[in-house]
T-cell receptor
Framework: GAGVSQSPSNKVTEKGKDVELRCDPI?????LYWYRQRLGQGLEFLIY????????KSGLPSDRFSAERTGESVSTLTIQRTQQEDSAVYLC?????????????FGPGTRLTVL | EDKVVQSPLSLVVHEGDTVTLNCSYE??????LLWYKQEKKAPTFLFML????IEKKSGRLSSILDKKELSSILNITATQTGDSAIYLC???????????FGRGTSLIVHP
């Protein structure tokens, strides 16, 4: 598969539970981004990685959110003690390099529903 | 704070119509403007614009940037039902590696 993949595609969880969302970027892409999209809203930046480092975590909404990336490849976004307001589609994107002019390729997203 | 505003928020047309979607921005140290098409969940890249007045074209879609007016338009001619999607505009500025996205324009094309 040449594209960005994400799993699971859908996740339904109960309030207070922890969830892990996974992103597999395009092979060789050094930059990886996480976005959140609430219903009817635009893309909300969460965090990006250059290699395994996260230079910009400014978009993480609270300390319940964390992300890591290993092997300059797969990334995991973890949401602890989920709340109903966390319900959204979580999109991952990768690009060859971070920065302007580097086209971001998006994955299919994970739809998270917190009951 | 960088800002990207798209208009209209939604648009309903019939097949064969031509549509124009707008994107205006306020950013520090503009670098590029990007258009994406979002069907279901994943946005797909359409165009990246960096220079004013130069039209980018792909089939029935075209886009142009006006740096003086701080805006861009995306034109779709002879619309088809497959053009139904949310069209997202994003602007990248020199101070950040992260583009700022607008809320999108929802386009519905009826047969």
């Amino acid at each position: 598969g040449a594209g960005v993949s994400q799993s699971p595609s859908n996740k339904v969880t109960e309030k207070g539970k922890d969830v892990e969302l996974r992103c597999d970027p395009i092979s060789g892409h050094t930059a990886l981004y996480w976005y959140r999209q609430r219903l009817g809203q635009g893309l909300e930046f969460l965090i990006y990685f250059q290699g395994n480092s996260a230079p910009d975590k400014s978009g993480l909404p609270s300390d319940r959110f964390s992300a890591e990336r290993t092997g300059e490849s797969v990334s995991t976004l973890t949401i602890q003690r989920t709340q109903q307001e966390d319900s959204a589609v979580y999109l991952c994107a990768s690009s060859l390099l971070a920065g302007v002019g580097n086209e971001q390729f998006f994955g299919p997203g994970t739809r998270l529903t917190v009951l | 704070e960088d800002k990207v505003v798209q208009s209209p928020l939604s648009l309903v047309v019939h097949e064969g119509d031509t549509v124009t979607l707008n994107c205006s921005y306020e950013v520090t140290n503009f670098r590029s403007l990007l258009w994406y098409k979002q069907e279901k969940k994943a946005p797909t890249f359409l165009f990246m614009l960096t220079s004013s007045g130069i039209e980018k074209k792909s089939g029935r879609l075209s886009s142009i940037l006006d740096k003086k007016e701080l805006s861009s338009i995306l034109n779709i001619t002879a619309t088809q039902t497959g053009d139904s999607a949310i069209y997202l505009c994003a602007v990248a500025s020199g101070g950040s590696y992260i583009p700022t996205f607008g809320r999108g324009t929802s386009l519905i094309v009826h047969p």
